[in-house]
Nanobody, 126 residues
């Protein structure tokens, strides 16, 4: 499985960006996909996730009400609509895919994810 993320960039505070993550290869085994972000010197943070069946995991508190995760009907492309961006949203955003089913819902721990795309930088200026 290969994941290709794009859509990052520089935006002013209050602006919007839309990230996308396209999965290719043997995607039939993907159970869910998620977005994580990392700021230098900090742990990688779960942002949002969506299962193959379309169930959306609870968003990170820091983005709730501002970010929206979705996917296309082919279930191989995931999006993250980011509105009302704040400088503290500045980070490298990465998409990830998990092939295992977790009865408690999509994992929020990065180590549970099997595949990762390259990161895309999001910079929000004040």
């Amino acid at each position: 499985v290969q994941l290709q993320a794009c859509g990052g960039g520089l935006v002013q505070s209050g602006g919007s960006l839309r990230l996308s993550c396209a999965a290719s290869g043997r995607t039939g085994g993907i159970h869910g996909m998620a977005w994580f972000r990392r700021v230098p010197g900090k742990e990688r943070e779960f942002v949002a996730g969506i299962s193959r069946s379309g169930d959306v995991a609870p968003y990170a508190e820091s983005v709730k009400g501002r970010f929206t995760i979705s996917r296309d009907n082919s279930k191989t492309t995931m999006y993250l609509q980011m509105d009302s961006l704040k400088p503290e949203d500045t980070a490298v955003y990465s998409c990830a895919a998990v092939t295992s089913y977790y009865p408690t819902g999509l994992p929020r721990v990065s180590t549970r994810y099997n595949y990762w795309g390259q990161g895309t930088q999001v910079t929000v200026s004040s």
